[in-house]
């Protein structure tokens, strides 16, 4: 059994040395366990190459243990230091307009640069060596949020002769290359390795399985960088590794990074991210303004859980407002409190509020943190110490198992990227209203990657799985849900033989696909339409429901299921609900805002809504939460 | 008299050579006569420099004209394979931003490169000298859509020289090139040829005579280009050549192209060019969602059919979804037929359906043909036999001559993407809404370009004709409309002296032009208003209507009119129809989405629209085509 | 005391010599006194490097003197020749994608160049030496609109360099340098000067400290550039300098450019504005779509008569449609002597028409003049004739002291573009607001620079200064009002200790600020709302305003008040006129689109609305101009 707990995140390096202790002192006051530091003091740490002070940070480690404080040790790879483009002038990733992103910010890094890995090796091995066995560090994160501001794709030249290179190794011929491609399309042949350029400044769209194994590769070269760096650390310490993945970042596979770590933790900023990058709709945005969309924490949650292994953190937890989105407004009171709770519901063990004390300088001035820059307590600082007593009283950070399974898959979101056929077809958008309609079912929920083992659950879905993975419908042991456009590629981005979806005794064809413009849905015959994505099914299979004009919409062989459109948010609640129900899963209408997760032990109500509502025998105020024991 | 036929586009290299003769089997099956390949075989003809292998070709050549079919070949020139870059390193294009154009797609090379074009002629001759006297070879295609994914302009090194040179054999001095342009206006003046640089990348607009002089010479590029290949063709052939053109690619003069060839072919994407191209409202776009609007395919057959002195084909034919829209529907049950029959009526002579079978691989894959990519019949394959049935029965593919004629011209287009002076204004949009007014009147149409012979026209149009030929309104011998903007520039792009239109016998001057934001339109007496465009008249003409404010509308001088704006659909249209009965024309009232068109001995009649109307005796459905006997 | 005269702005060298002297004869006969010449024509003036062409000029004093014009000379810095080019190949600008702003148009070079700088300096000590001592040039401008087009700016070698001097100069250290702009926070130290970049093409956003440094040295480099010249001229000449700045071009700061000078003019468009500038709503521009915004021109008459340190002038006056805006519509008959009339009331010795003749040549050949391109008389001739007649009887430019100051700073439009916070944010959006609802109460204002002598004014307001100086509050004896967002930053752009306002006697505190996407405006008690921006005080302040929600929205500590929140404009209006009536200023409402301006002798009355409204015992049509002797 792991408990809860809470944490924060600390830069001593920003701060006079002389109040540092008093900072430990007011972090074990508030009832915190954890502090992370260290993760972007590289230039502190080795101020020229090869001079390397450490003392400070041997003073830092020292003052919060003092305190009890558990640490957190970040590599400091994501702010390489100025001197570092000295060494390595050509280390920069450049972007799809052909220009180097330069120096001045952070993530200033191609991660395909041989030069740059050798330099983080290095840093980490010295790191690792004066920390790995020291009890006082009692968890690593490597770097900081992998592909942030869209730094996983990099068209630089060290990253041209990787592609290459990982070419060369997938197809191991130009002209199985050339086959796997469809290369013969346009004349668009190779004869050897070091043809193959990057997928971008083409005249027109290239082929979409080049811009696909160009994703895979880069997606790759994530995960080869975070190794490099778990490598060093396993033979140096034996405390867990972790690294801080971002909302909605999809441009590399968590799930193998994730293998080469121990524990999957995400930073989550539930109102920048409704602002910035959920697919919701201007009234969901204007309603969760102050609150973050109901689903978005519990989705990734879900999702890192399965990244995690099973263990989950959230090592960035947004307090207050923040400064980099679009709009920045303050959160509801009582959030900083909600937000912790459905992370600990969810099963995380720990939640680190980002960041102890706002920064009065460089560039994230107007994000809040636990204290003010004054060091007066900011709004967030009384609700985590509520939290800290109410973890306190129940501290039990188990997860209960889910009936339903939603599988999500990283080169989906890439292949869905390349060739999305229609403008508004988006893979991530279309889990998500998946995942938002069991939700409001009251549903508990796990997420898969697509070669997990699904046996076990009543209801496994898998909405436009690109690939379906040789033998997953064997696997299946309830009901389950395939399509739109779930088979619809063979792993080289081709159109199966004998047409999509491919599904074992399901006898059905995509005859073709219609994407709509928005105003132009293909209406049901049971009430709601299909928008965007329609398609047209021939076949022998049971029809269990219709489009108006009688084409088929919904499809059964046996317990497999295929959707073919992507039904809008009330169509989708009740073909999920009924499938629920013929799973022999039981079903509850939430009332908009309100929403649950069970543990094994307690049911909790999260109330994102504007209003009150009346919930578990009592009124559950906005940005209430509530638990019943099961 | 020349008959009416069928064809398809097929690419024997895409396939297994044991399946051509079961494909060649179902063309000629289908009805269909003719079939084009090569044209983007480049990579399987020459693998390798200097390597050719012809062979495969020559069995496909077999294999389909043993099953009867008579075959388009295509030069490939516009794929020039992966290591022509090896070559010629500088044969990209550039794009305005001053970035190469990248090896990937199609398309990527700049109409400049002098090593290219030797290329081409090589391959040219050497396909010529193979198949040139080979009667089963009945018709050349060179190369591919010219100008389409925007590349008829080029900002590279070797189209600036070429730039120099032909502005050295346009102006001889650069004095009279300062002249010419009025480089004295912002000390732009040039001492040498070699001074002048590409009018990209100024710190503001560029002087819009050195802007439009560098249109006129991309355009001048491209027949030179393809004159490259027609003169090797010309002394190796005597099968017509033609080349496929795009819809609504205005880039570059298509008349001065097709004085090169026999026969001008287009490519009709009704779905994908109301999309991404047609000048139409969210309502028009929200209608004929799945059948195209009703006039973009008719005025370009009526465009090339003058194009091609008369000679007229569709060489590509949507035949369901595309795959490069915004938004890719497919199209309604019938119009695969209604769109061929709308290309036949206006003196087409073969209708090409793209592609023969869907890709299931590379960039066209959700592009649909008359084959899936299961070899099952698509949709339009039925639809196809259907028409081939028809014109068996009606095989007669002659013109009418028009009584009312649209001068087009691509110097207009070019100069008021120059200088549009209002961000709205577009000469596409004005000639093509005078166009679909005419026909909505239901009149057949003749497109001229600006110096044919306009006499025994009835009513003849200049909307926006930026300089009116010397002579032209001499030789009009019925009724004229000119304006707005027509005459309103010399050939060197300033305003003439005595001002805009300087119309012979037309008494009337544009004291200044206003261009207007949507909901600011200036009201007409008359009712309607004019938008967009405004002009003030002065001067002692007759003004047949006036705005609301009292200012001239309309004027006349004789047959000659003069619009003083850009009127409203409305306002259009009852313009016109006056001006049709001034002309002795009788007009009709055509319901939304119906539309006809006359041959010698035939009245078509094509619903667009989404419900049925009563036409010819009968309820014509969607989709529906019908005719008359005249 | 200073006339009231008219001007126009001409070029001999776009003309026929032998018409010169009817242009010159016709000027005078419409009542103007002075013509400005020669910014455009160094290639005219030195064809080839040090080949001096100056006998065209001096013809052309002669004939404009001889019909008793006064001459404005301008240097041609703002159009060095094509063959300056040759000479220094990098004196271009680079724009932030890093690419060279090239020849073409104008304002091609950087201003940190030192070869251009030099030959800057050579041109104009030729012409101040030629013409310095000639009475006949009764004024010199330097340069043309410094900052059109985006210019301040630079990203060249020569920019990065010179920045990197200037940080030298600054900060001393590197070590100084990376404590005052807080590098530490991301590991951005420098350990040299050459080191740092220029904050462009970042990864993710730059510091704000560094990228306000960068704004200030764009700043400085503008002044330098002009004081090049200014230095030269002063030796040379006694005539005064003048620079004709633009409207709403806030790259550099005015005052530090005008202390140089002796006399502030700027460029007048007040259509062309109104569409591509003006913060106003789709509501204000579809009302003023002929009239221009009623309260830009006299913002920045206001403006720039404080840059000019009480002497103003119009540079270019618009006086029909011009080119360059999105949309290009007609002033409504009357604007041009209306906008002559509101500077000459807000103190204009000068108001020049730009141009004397429309061009029909090159980039502004849709930009009216006086006359046509046909010589023939453009509608704003008479008006500016009637405007003649009437200064003649009304000579009198002195300027009224104002009772209320508004301070306007350039380093807060820099501070908040770099950290807006918000994507709505705007500085000038926010003071053009403020200064919106004063001149809509009746009131006169001054605009102040933030280091100005406030004293003796009753009413000052200071929204939005980013930082207050030292010593302020002092200075101000009458009301004052700060906020929002005042005192919001150090000068080196961190949050002060202590937190914002930092307001002297005010017990407040900004604890933290949310901003808001349209629609989620938060309501205040007394009626209207807080938009944009919004911000939670704490304090023991006397609070005058709360919002709905009880959060202080108005503060006082004796004659200081801060505002939390940006009221929208009903609000902002309610808020101005108690604080007036506080300050005991008596207010009125004006209708809206009518506008007055005192003068010690006049109250002047303009109707910029689209009717006519009653006012000084007359009905005023819409752009109609009336006065009343006080």
Redesign the interface.
Known sequence: MTDRTLGTCY?P??WPEKIWSEDAHRMAEAGLTWVRIGE?????LE??PGKLEFDWLDRAIGVLADHGLKIILGT?TA?????ML?KHPDML?FDA????????????YCFSHQGYLTECRRITRLLGERYGRDDRIAAWQTDNEYG??D?TISYSDAARRAFQDWCAQRYQSPQALNRA???????????SFD?I?L????????????ALAFRRFSSDQVVLFNRAQTEILRDLTDAPLIHNYMGVVLDFDHFHVGADLDVASWDSYPLGFL?DRTPASDAE??MF?RQGHPDLQAFHHDLYRAVGRGRLWVMEQQP??V??A?????PLPGMARLWAWEAFAHGAETVCYFRWR?????????H?GLL???S?P?PALAEARQVADEIAAMPDAETAAADVALIFDYASVWAWEV?P????FSYFGLVFAVYKALRGLGLDIDILPPDADPSGYKLVLAPGLATVPEGLTDQITGTALFGPRSGAKTPE???????PPGLPGLDA?V???????Q??DRPLARGGTFRTWVE?IEGDTEVLETRSDGAPALLRAGNLHYLAGWPDDAAMTRILRDLCHAAGLSTETLPEGLRSRRTPTHRFWFNYGPAPVEVAGQTLPPAGVTWETL
């Not at 679009?326 to 303050?330: F, L, R």
Request: aromatic share 12%; glycine share 8%; with cysteine.
């Open positions: 830069y390096e920003h972007f003091a590289w230039s502190r101020p020229e400091p702010t390489p230091p100025r001197w000295d990733a307009e052909g220009r180097p992103r330069g120096f001045g910010s952070r993530r200033h942030c501001h730094t491609w469809g290369n013969v399309f346009w004349s668009m042949d190779y004869d043809q350029g997928p971008n400044l083409t005249v027109t769209e290239v082929n979409p399985a080049h602002m945005k204007a303004l207050g407002p400064n980099w679009p709009h920045n407004p303050a706002q920064a009065p300088m460089a560039q994230e001035q107007y809040a003010r820059p004054d007066a900011a060739q056929q229609g403008q508004d981005m081709s159109i199966p033989d004998g047409l064809r005859a073709y696909v219609e994407t709509l413009p105003g132009a047209e």
